[in-house]
């Protein structure tokens, strides 16, 4: 593919359609032009999109093999390898409004050296840090550069959401220390999305791994270095995600110990009131009795007599209990 018209790559809702100019920066690509393959094309589309959804299904650039592939239901990141061009699909932390960040958003890329298709529904904020990049004049030259460059952007953000994890159950930990209990339901959270990006961020680990390793005619010994750096900033993430995993185990064994000794206070306090109570229960009890011959009932001091004698049988068993280091 040498030449194309400029037709075949006009989407009319496409998100992106550009021409990288192989200095940093990008020209759109007009309905009319032929445009030489000099320098890679990239199309980023929403495949939900009516328009671009057709595209996806008739257009001749496309191998038949990767055309559901880039509309198809959310899957784990992965790359391979068809025909002349490769697929890959990867995860973006989720910094839409309304959406939490472990939500994770997919974008699907099927590329050459000389054309790059990326789909996606939900924004991308990483690939609209790189078209930002790009111009401003200081983005990727080509193909291997552009994926480097997403895939940097995406391992950023992911490490910035990890290190708010992390800061999160320091919190939690500084908390517990002074006996405060989080609230229903946080740590829960937390550590669904510790075990939702573990899940994720693993296997797109591997995925650079890969495409370090594999001599992809469109990647560099330096494109190729770049992405092995990467690879092993997402393992180093990886370690920090399976150790903040183990932290709120103990986080919830703590929390857990913590409520109980709360409670086992509560009952032991509520046990040694009964105590301190039940003679003075019991004396109530029989003193009130409607039956004759009632202990002071016709003396007119009889009523405050009780009352002190109970009075100093409180404070005579509070006394014993705590001499006995019951309190």
Not at 130 to 143: A, C, E, H, K, R
Not at 232 to 255: F, K, P, V
Request: proline share 4%.
């Amino acid at each position: 593919m040498e030449v194309i018209e400029g037709r075949e790559l006009q989407v009319p809702d496409a998100v992106y359609a550009y021409q990288l100019d192989g200095k940093g920066g990008v020209t759109s690509i007009d309905y009319d032009d032929k445009v030489t393959c000099d320098e890679p094309c990239w199309l980023h589309l929403d495949y939900a999109h009516p328009a671009s959804a057709e595209w996806l299904a008739t257009t001749p650039l496309l191998p038949d093999a990767v055309r559901e592939a880039l509309s198809g239901e959310s899957s784990r990141p992965r790359v391979s390898k068809v025909g002349d061009g490769t697929m890959i699909t990867l995860r973006s932390i989720n910094f839409n409004a309304n959406s939490r960040p472990d939500q994770l958003v997919t974008i699907r890329v099927y590329m050459t050296d000389k054309l790059i298709v990326s789909t996606r529904h939900r924004k991308v904020f990483s690939i609209d840090q790189v078209v930002n990049d790009l111009q401003s004049g200081i983005g990727p030259t080509n193909s291997g550069n552009w994926l480097v460059e997403i895939s940097d952007a995406l391992t950023d953000h992911a490490s910035e959401f990890i290190e708010d994890l992390h800061d999160k159950i320091i919190d939690l930990e500084d908390s517990l220390l002074e006996q405060q209990v989080p609230e229903r339901g946080q740590l829960a959270l937390i550590r669904k999305q510790l075990i939702v990006l573990r899940r994720y961020m693993a296997p797109q680990r591997d995925v650079f791994s890969r495409l370090a390793s594999d001599r992809l005619p469109w990647m560099n010994d330096d494109d190729r270095r770049r992405m092995q750096d990467i690879a092993d900033r997402l393992g180093r993430g990886l370690d920090d995600l399976d150790g903040s995993i183990a932290r709120t185990a103990i986080l919830s064994d703590e929390i857990t110990t913590v409520m109980a000794d709360a409670m086992n206070r509560r009952t032991y306090t509520m046990s040694l009131l009964a105590m301190v109570f039940l003679p003075t229960t019991f004396l109530t009890g029989l003193f009130g009795v409607n039956l004759g011959g009632i202990p002071g009932g016709g003396n007119p001091f009889g009523f405050a007599t009780f009352c002190l004698t109970l009075t100093g049988l409180v404070f005579g068993l509070g006394w014993w209990l705590k001499r006995r280091r019951w309190l």
